[in-house]
């Protein structure tokens, strides 16, 4: 049961244009939600976050959108460099404050940015 | 700023076999996590502490044990090792101060784990 999904395993662009990755969540109590970044033989590292409350936070390149109706979530990055070639994770937490950064993640999706 | 060391790096076990990885934050972190990471599942939650002497389960517990004798430190143990168990493992901490969310988790580089 996947309650945080990522449909598209890949994803490839040219350098300057605009990536869009997509998450799909299931469970009504997650209330928040973070993207990481993933580089080969390292950790994730967080990249940017957004709230139910809000539908759209941005940061620099990167903008996340969240469309609860849908419970959809997705992460803009423009414009795409070669250094953000990485495996990108849509993360969820529940409500409440025993949700104690508890987070349950997406399959990931491999962006490639081609210069 | 080592921020969250995980030892070893790479282990391979037989079957049956046991072993503790060691994760070390020095962010002064109460939350610590163990995760795993297997292709197409993303990472998924074995146990987490909110706090020194705590443990509690995650989504896929079976087949570990954790400690967390000291803040700083988060022991995940595996006492019989099974071929199920390869797999990348990740530690993580995260803040309590102000919320989790003001510091949303930091994770280690990672134990790559081979049980043959």
């Known amino acids: ?115 | 700023n080592a921020g969250v060391t995980q030892t070893p790096k790479f282990r391979v076990l037989k079957t049956g076999q046991s072993m503790t990885l060691l994760c070390a934050q020095d962010m002064n972190h109460e939350y610590m996590y163990w995760y795993r990471q297997d292709p197409g599942m993303g990472l998924r939650l074995i146990h987490y502490s909110v706090g020194e002497g705590t443990t509690a389960k995650g989504e896929v517990p079976d087949g570990y044990n954790v400690s967390r004798l000291k803040k700083q430190n988060f022991l995940l143990g595996l006492e019989s090792a099974a071929p199920s168990q390869t797999s990348v493992y990740f530690c993580a901490s995260s803040g309590s101060t102000g919320g989790w969310r003001n510091s949303p988790l930091h994770f280690g580089n990672g134990t790559r784990l081979t049980v043959t």
Not at chain 1, 27 to 53: H, Q
Not at chain 1, 77 to 96: E, L
């Open chain 1, 1 to 115: 049961d996947q309650q945080v999904k990522q449909n598209s395993p890949s994803l490839s662009v040219q350098e300057g244009r605009i990536s869009i990755l997509n998450c799909d969540y299931t469970n009504s109590m997650f209330d928040y939600f973070l993207w990481y970044k993933k580089y080969p033989a390292e950790g994730p590292t967080f990249l940017i976050s957004i709230s139910s409350i809000k539908d759209k936070n941005e940061d620099g390149r990167f903008t996340v959108f969240l469309n609860k109706s849908a419970k959809h979530l997705s992460l803009h990055i423009v414009p795409s460099q070669p250094g953000d070639s990485a495996v990108y994770f849509c993360a969820a937490s529940a409500k409440g404050g025993t949700s104690y950064g508890k987070l349950t993640f997406g399959q990931g999706t491999i962006l490639t940015v081609h210069p």
